[in-house]
């Protein structure tokens, strides 16, 4: 794994910013935007997972990096229960709900996996 700079370089970020224009593309129309609580809630819960991975990357250091990626991961889980309410008062189609779980599957996967990178990661001296 090359060393990244800026946060905008991880990959994981990347994918935390693509999850965070769907939840405000699908959030953002009718009905789903007259739902104030829960519009509110899956916007705050996607935009968590990105702003913690940038700011725990912000961090160096890496125990703090993981502690922010655990509550990126947390956040990602809570968009995939909210999306759950959202589909059951049919406000996205079966189809923006598939891509935007399957969105959160994989940003889930990737910061799991860069968790264990970090945790296994010893700098050669």
């Not at 935007?33 to 509110?40: N, P, R, V, Y």
């Not at 759950?84 to 079966?94: F, L, T």
């Amino acid at each position: 794994m090359s060393a990244a700079k800026r946060f905008e370089d991880l990959e994981v970020w990347k994918v935390a910013f693509d999850l965070v224009r769907q939840i405000y593309s699908i959030s953002g129309t009718s009905p789903f935007a007259g739902d104030f609580g829960l519009e509110d809630q899956i916007r705050r819960a996607s935009a968590s997972a990105m702003t913690n991975i940038a700011e725990g990357f912000s961090r160096k250091s890496t125990p703090d990096f993981i502690r922010f990626l655990d509550i990126a991961r947390s956040s990602t889980a809570e968009v995939q229960s909210l999306l759950y309410i959202a589909r059951s008062q049919e406000y996205v189609s079966q189809e923006q709900f598939d891509a935007s779980y399957e969105t959160c599957r994989v940003l889930r996967f990737k910061i799991g996996a860069l968790i264990r990178y970090l945790r296994n990661y010893k700098p050669t001296t």
